[in-house]
């Protein structure tokens, strides 16, 4: 039985739900491993019953001396040292735009070797599964390591309870160096929106969305499915829509349960982005477009037509 830690995000005070997936590969083939789920800026007793929900046996409050909710080099720093206090041996996290930074930075200062989003880990073999070649063959990463440190593709794991007695407990880490970054302002965007590699589902526009006003169409959609609205980036070299919805090889990787592409071709550089999705939906005016190759489901249709009459049906 091995001892996994988890880094667990947290949002408006609340669990990300993609770390539940986390969670589950943090338990191991088995589902026997020891879970500590490590957190920062967030009240353990507030988030225990989300996480004990998951298996996280420990829920480990991170503060520390240094300016912990701001400089991201004190906060690998803790961390690190909270692994090394618990003596895990293997770390997880999200392969968001916090995990990446997160990570990078615990890797260097542990000096560890780590593997970035994964779909699937072995924490018994060290191990992690990782999309290549735009999505076309899978490797599998195995680590000479002490402490596997891993990211998870966020929804790439689908999360299964296993409920456990959780114990909260507070650890001071040691100081860390702040190092050379100097946070002076954190601003959040003005829209909150849901993030497409949190979206468990995703409705996303091609070039066939002629303009950006026509998003306003998927947006509809995606506002009666709880769905994250994305782009091409066709759609996006032409103006329709900013790099930020972009999905691909060049822009966002997701893998929602559920993936709607209109109007999108269905390149292999879109295709290497959202892959993993567990179930996609192709819309597209030519039958013989890639994307019906890759689908789950295919309509051969306008877009303008279709997408306000699926709209209204699942409303």
């Known amino acids: 039985m091995a001892k996994t830690g988890v880094f667990i995000e947290i949002g408006d005070g609340r669990v990300k739900e993609t770390n539940f997936g986390v969670l589950t590969a943090a338990r191991g083939a088995s589902g026997n491993n020891e879970v500590y789920a490590f957190i920062m800026n967030a009240d353990g007793n507030a988030v225990k019953d989300d996480l004990s929900a998951y298996g996280a046996s420990k829920v480990i409050t991170i503060t520390s001396s240094g300016d912990i909710g701001a400089s991201p080099d004190v906060q690998a720093a803790a961390i690190g040292a909270a692994a090394k206090e618990y003596g895990v041996d293997a770390l997880l996290g ?35 599964v990782k999309s290549h070649f735009s999505g076309k063959t899978f490797a599998t990463i195995k680590l000479d390591c002490n402490v596997m440190l891993a990211t998870i593709r966020p929804n790439a794991i689908e999360p299964a309870q296993a409920p456990v007695d959780a114990e909260v407990i507070s650890y001071s880490a040691p100081p860390g160096d702040a190092g050379k970054v100097k946070v002076i302002e954190v601003k959040k965007g003005g829209a909150e929106k849901l993030d497409l590699t949190e979206a468990p589902v995703i409705i996303t526009g091609g070039r066939a969305i002629k303009a950006s ?11 009666v499915i709880g769905a994250a609205v994305g782009a091409s980036r066709a759609a996006v070299d032409a103006g329709y829509a900013p790099h930020s919805m972009q999905v691909g090889q060049t822009g966002k990787t997701v893998s929602p349960k559920l993936y709607i592409a209109c109007g999108v071709s269905g390149a292999v550089q879109h295709f290497a982005g959202m892959k993993t999705s567990k179930v996609i939906v192709g819309i597209n005016t030519d039958k013989d477009a890639p994307i019906f190759a890759k689908c789950d489901y295919g309509i051969v249709g306008d877009i303008f037509e279709v997408v306000p009459a699926l709209t209204e049906a699942l409303k």
């Not at 542990?110 to 060290?126: L, N, R």
């Not at 006003?213 to 506002?223: D, S």
């Open 94 to 128: 999200l392969f968001s735009a916090t995990g990446r930074d997160m990570f990078a930075r615990v890797a260097a200062m542990m000096d560890e070797p780590m593997v970035s989003d994964c779909i699937a880990v072995d924490i018994d073999g060290k191990s992690g």
């Open 213 to 223: 006003e026509n998003y306003r169409m998927l947006e509809e959609c995606a506002a």
